[in-house]
């Protein structure tokens, strides 16, 4: 089954300790990114990557790190956390051209960070 | 800057009724134009990509159409059933600091009741 997964789907962390969320897609897709949403706000790009070692910023990059060395992986790492990442994270992916193309959402990790 | 409106923000209809969800933005510059289905503790999926030479799309029950010289998408949705009651988000590529990410408005949040 066509897939994009993510883990953990709900996480509670204490200010400071480092985290990763993972992020893998069985699709072959180049694109990946990743999306917080919040109440009001609605969603925002955190990272984007177009393909396996190219990366670059969203609309709201601070305080989190990318990496992309597979195509099929493209893991959120937050150094330290803060409160003001509390938030629902999406992962998404696609073929080549992004949001020109149909994206393919994973299910989401809510994070609480305490 | 792209800004992307949905009215309403919430519905309310009874089972079997015909349902428009509308969708504006401000741009009309637009590649594509998604929308998408959010359920609680679920991801977003995909429903219909309309392409910006296309007048509208259609799968099933749902039709999405898209005027870009109004800056208007609607989304139709035929008998509407309470398997249909979910966050209905529409979706522009580009944002303000991001060609590559997507533009989303703050969803129309559907009840279908039996």
């Known amino acids: 089954e066509a897939q994009v997964t993510q883990n953990p789907r709900y996480l509670i962390t204490v200010t400071g300790k480092k985290l990763t969320v993972t992020c893998s897609q069985n699709m072959n897709h180049e694109y990946m990114s990743w999306y917080r949403q919040d109440p009001g706000l609605g969603l925002r790009q955190i990272y984007y990557s177009m393909n396996v070692e190219v990366t670059d910023k969203g609309d709201v990059p601070e305080g989190y790190k990318v990496s992309r060395k597979e195509k099929r992986n493209f893991p959120l790492i937050l150094e330290s956390p803060s409160p003001n990442q509390t938030s629902l994270y999406f992962c998404?992916?696609?073929?080549?051209?992004?949001?020109?193309?149909?994206?393919?959402f994973g299910p989401g990790t809510r994070l609480t960070v305490l | 800057k792209q800004e992307v409106t949905q009215i309403p923000a919430a519905l309310s209809v009874p089972e079997g009724e015909n349902l428009v969800l509308n969708c504006s933005f401000t741009?009309?510059?637009?590649?594509?134009l998604q929308w998408f289905r959010q359920d609680p503790g679920k991801g977003l999926t995909s429903l219909l990509l309309i392409q910006s030479s296309q007048r509208e799309q259609t799968s099933g029950r749902l039709n999405a159409s898209l005027d870009k010289s109004s800056g208007r998408s609607t989304l139709y949705i035929a008998a509407s059933q309470p398997g249909d009651s979910a966050t209905y988000l529409c979706?522009?590529?580009?944002?303000?600091?991001?060609?590559?990410?997507?533009?989303f408005g703050k969803g129309t949040s559907l009840l279908v009741t039996p």
């Open positions: 741009d009309s510059a637009i590649y594509n």
């Open positions: 998404a992916s696609s073929l080549v051209g992004g949001p020109l193309n149909t994206q393919y």
């Open positions: 979706a522009v590529p580009g944002s303000s600091n991001s060609g590559y990410a997507l533009n």
